[in-house]
C-alpha cells in the first residue's frame, strides 16, 4: 500500500501513517519521498478495509494506493490526454473560442462532454456531435485553444521517468491529433494516437476522419503496444479520467483513475484524488530520487 499526501497543502504525517499501519496491520516498508509518500507492506487487505484507510485519510488530502510488490514497474504507459495529461478538454476549448463567432456553442459542446464522459452517451456519436457544431468555423480555433492549454503537474516527470528505465510510452487520446502531436512531443511520449479533423481550406468541415479512437480503440491500442514486446496485460499502466478509459484502466495491471468523473471513481481501484501525476510514480515503487525531473 502507498500514501501520498498533495504536498502543497499536507505533510505525510506519523500520524497518517499510524493512521494507516493500524487499518491495515501492516508495517513500514520504505520512505519514498520524505513528508510526501510511504510504502507500507501488508497482506489480506480486503477491498473493504482498503475502502476503510483511504475514508480515514480523505480529510488530510492524503491519496491511498494497492499494488501487488511482484511487477511494480510498469514496462509500457498509456495515457489519456484531456483533463490528464493536460489540464484542459481541448475541444471544449476550441469551443469556448469559437463563442465570439457563434454564441452559446462553447456550453453546449462543455454539456455534452461531460455527459460523456460521464458515460451517459456513447463516446463516437457524442464526439461526432461535438464537431458537427463546429462546420464553418475557422480553422485558426485550433491554434487559439493550444495557445490555452497546460501540462498538468508532473505530466512531463512522469513520461520522462518511465521513458528512462526502459518502458513504452504512449498517447492514446479520444481528442485530436493537432494537440496529441504537440504534448507528446512536449512530455517525451514515444507515440501518439488520436482522432483526426477534417479541416477543408481554413475552415473546420464539421466531421472526423473514420474510424473513431474511442474506448475500444484505447485498449486495442494497449494491447497492441503490450504484443509488440510479448508482455502480459499486468505489464501495463494506464492513466485515464473518463468513461472512454475504462476499458484499459480495467485491463491494465495498474489502471489509474486520475482526478476522475464519478463513473470511474466508482470502478476503479487505485484512484489519484488530491495529489499530482508523480503518484503514478509513487505507485509504482519509484522514490523521488529517482524521477527524471522537468
Not at 497518517?16 to 507500507?40: F, P
Not at 462543455?110 to 464553418?136: H, K, P, Q, W, Y
Not at 513504452?168 to 494537440?179: K, N, P, Q, W
Request: charge should be negative; glycine fraction near 6%.
Amino acid at each position: 500500500m502507498t500514501l501520498v499526501a498533495d504536498r502543497r497543502t499536507t505533510a505525510l504525517s506519523t500520524a497518517d501513517i499510524d493512521t494507516a499501519l493500524a487499518l491495515s496491520e501492516g508495517r513500514r516498508d520504505r520512505t519514498l519521498s520524505a513528508e510526501e509518500a510511504e510504502d507500507i507492506a501488508c497482506t489480506r487487505l480486503s477491498a473493504e478495509r482498503f475502502e476503510t484507510i483511504r475514508a480515514a485519510l480523505a480529510s488530510r488530502r492524503i491519496d491511498v494506493l494497492m499494488t501487488p510488490a511482484d511487477g511494480r514497474r510498469k514496462q509500457l504507459l498509456v495515457a489519456d490526454m484531456d483533463s490528464t495529461m493536460v489540464a484542459n478538454e481541448t475541444l471544449d476549448d476550441i469551443a469556448a473560442h469559437a463563442e465570439a463567432l457563434r454564441p452559446g456553442v462553447g456550453e453546449d459542446v462543455a454539456a455534452v462532454t461531460r455527459r460523456s464522459m460521464n458515460g451517459e452517451i456513447d463516446f463516437a456519436t457524442a464526439l461526432r456531435d461535438r464537431v458537427a457544431v463546429l462546420a464553418g468555423l475557422p480553422s485558426s480555433l485550433l491554434e487559439e485553444a493550444w495557445g490555452s492549454l497546460r501540462l498538468n503537474e508532473d505530466a512531463r516527470t512522469l513520461v520522462a521517468t518511465m521513458n528512462a528505465h526502459g518502458a513504452r510510452t504512449a498517447l492514446v487520446s479520444g481528442g485530436f491529433t493537432f494537440f496529441t502531436a504537440r504534448v507528446a512531443k512536449l512530455c517525451g511520449f514515444s507515440e501518439h494516437h488520436a482522432n483526426r479533423l477534417v479541416v477543408t481550406g481554413d475552415q473546420l468541415d464539421g466531421t472526423v476522419e473514420d474510424p473513431i479512437l474511442g474506448p475500444d480503440a484505447k485498449l486495442a491500442q494497449l494491447r497492441r503496444l503490450l504484443a509488440l514486446d510479448g508482455r502480459p496485460d499486468t505489464a501495463a499502466l494506464a492513466i485515464g479520467d473518463g468513461a472512454n478509459d475504462l476499458p484499459m484502466l480495467r485491463a491494465a495491471g495498474l489502471g489509474l483513475a486520475f482526478h476522475a468523473k464519478p463513473v470511474v471513481r466508482q470502478e476503479i481501484a487505485n484512484r489519484i484524488d488530491y495529489t499530482s501525476l508523480r503518484t503514478a510514480l509513487f505507485a509504482q515503487g519509484y522514490a523521488a530520487s529517482d524521477f527524471v525531473l522537468d
